[in-house]
């Protein structure tokens, strides 16, 4: 993955490492991290922190804590007033000892969301306010090749403006599900396409595309293909709950292993999505607000080659 769009990039940091936030951290921001895990580690933590103080110690915003003992697990809380939260645990590992890894933090209003190697693992919900966070720092038996901080303001077209930037931009994985985001500047604006080129994976079970809000945890459109079964399910999340599902569809489009091209124009009372060259759906907008829909998010079986905003 590149990271040429980063607002800043460190190479090769001697570990433990910390470092000032050029800017803090903001709705629609990513924090890159390349590396590659100890052959004989036990553990290693990414940070996020209010400032570097260590007496007292500094809240800790975000406590990212890969452990591997006879039960791997990943260790996520947060530290107010020197004294540690409640911990959450996830079972899945994707880290694994002498092995490269490359991390990506997704920086929204009200989670972090965090992928390894292309794929999604994991959110946290801010128990501290993110307009305090301003210092990312790693520490434990890992080496690091690069981090970047990659800004908000990096559009889809810039990012994919040559063949298969994508995949370095997002760090898409190619043998299992995807996760991507992608910020639209400006959000949406009626007239506007997304263009969303790719492969589904030979053996899928479904993948999704979101058109989301960064400063709310809504949803305005969502496309949850389910490959097997054939069913394109249709809904919206607003004020953290969904709405009623649209289900009806004249044709299934996707398959198998197949490529395929989807279309999605953002129209005055609608969406109105194409795959393949052909009209598939319409979906009334539940966010009447389109100007605040500017974050893209594509996860689960499919490979992507492109992704434009025209």
Known sequence: MSVANAKRTILNPTIPFTEIIPGGLHPGEMIVIQGCVHNDADRFQFDLTCGCSTKPRADVAFHFNPRFSSSPQIVCNSLQHENWGREENIDLMPFKQGATFETIILVLCDVFKV?????????????????????????????????????????????????????????????????????LLRGLIPGQHITIKGHISLFPHSFTVNLRCSQSSNIALHLNSHIKSGMLIRNSLLCQSWGPEERELQYFPFSAGNYFEMIILCQLPQFRIGVNGSHLLDYRHRVQDLSSIDQLEILGDVELQNVQLW
């Open 115 to 183: 992928a390894v190697n292309g794929v999604h693992i994991l959110e946290f919900k801010h128990r501290i306010p993110l307009e305090m966070v301003n210092t990312f720092s790693v520490s434990g038996k890992v080496e690091l090749h690069a981090i970047g901080f990659i800004p908000d303001s990096v559009t889809l077209k810039e990012i994919s403006t040559t063949s298969h930037i994508v995949h370095r931009y997002f760090s898409l994985a190619r043998d299992s599900g995807g996760l991507t985001f992608g910020s």
